[in-house]
């Protein structure tokens, strides 16, 4: 059964460093989407993305972000300046097209980010 | 704003029905769901269903809907081990054509005892 992967599984950096998070949607999925989960804290939305763009993004997504589609099976996030807050668990997540489909969210297993 | 509540902790006996509830705020909403978490893993989607149902069953899942509470459960029946995981509820409001953002509950922690 295809699946969401993320590398890496964990990435320590330190403060002010960037750091690129990837993600390997499921193929022929057109809606894709970034979460977070600072530990002990609900999942969050930061960003969805379709038709090679920005389609939603919530508050926590401001310009020390960005996501790219660089290829046609790669979604990636990009933390440009990482704060000691930026520390959390993040999933990506993917969407199959098709009347209804669409509501189906898949996620990955997660990519553990620790800013020291 | 949406705000999605659930209790943090529930435990159960091998072989019995689990029942965890969700409460949320934005009567918007469209699609609600039910997501597994398993110790290491990512967000497993178990179900959802959309908000002019009352109920939906997949299987040992059931859904039950009151839109007039606000309320969402999940009741898992004859409860195996294998279903200790936490479980998120989640909601969406009035998807656009370019994606379908979710908010989430806390999460249930389910502990199945022998």
């Known amino acids: 059964e295809p699946e969401v992967t993320q590398t890496p599984s964990h990435q320590v950096t330190q403060m002010g460093q960037e750091v690129i998070l990837r993600c390997v949607p499921i193929s022929n999925h057109l809606y894709f989407y970034w979460y977070r989960q600072i530990l002990g804290q609900k999942v969050e939305f930061l960003v969805s993305?379709?038709?090679?763009?920005?389609?939603?993004k919530s508050e926590i997504f401001d310009d020390q972000f960005s996501v790219e589609r660089p290829d046609g099976s790669n979604f990636t996030l990009k933390i440009r300046s990482t704060k000691l807050e930026d520390s959390a668990m993040y999933f990506c997540a993917s969407s199959p097209r098709g009347a209804g489909r669409s509501y189906e969210q898949y996620f990955g297993p997660g990519t553990r980010l620790t800013v020291t | 704003g949406e705000d999605v509540e659930q209790s943090l902790f529930l435990s159960v006996r091998e072989g019995d029905s689990s029942v965890i509830n969700c409460t949320y705020t934005d009567s918007s909403s469209t699609y609600l769901y039910w997501y597994k978490q398993e110790p290491g893993a990512g967000l497993q989607l178990l179900t959802y269903?959309?908000?002019?149902?009352d109920m939906k069953q997949d299987q040992r899942l059931t859904v039950l809907l009151n839109k007039k509470d606000k309320h969402l459960s999940l009741r898992i029946a004859d409860t195996q081990t294998g279903d200790s995981a936490i479980y998120f509820c989640?909601?969406?409001?009035?998807?656009?054509?370019?994606?379908?953002?979710?908010?989430f509950g806390t999460g249930t922690q389910l502990k199945v005892e022998l």
């Open positions: 989640a909601e969406s409001i009035k998807p656009t054509g370019g994606g379908n953002k979710l908010t």
């Open positions: 993305f379709y038709n090679n763009e920005i389609s939603e």
């Open positions: 269903i959309f908000s002019n149902m």
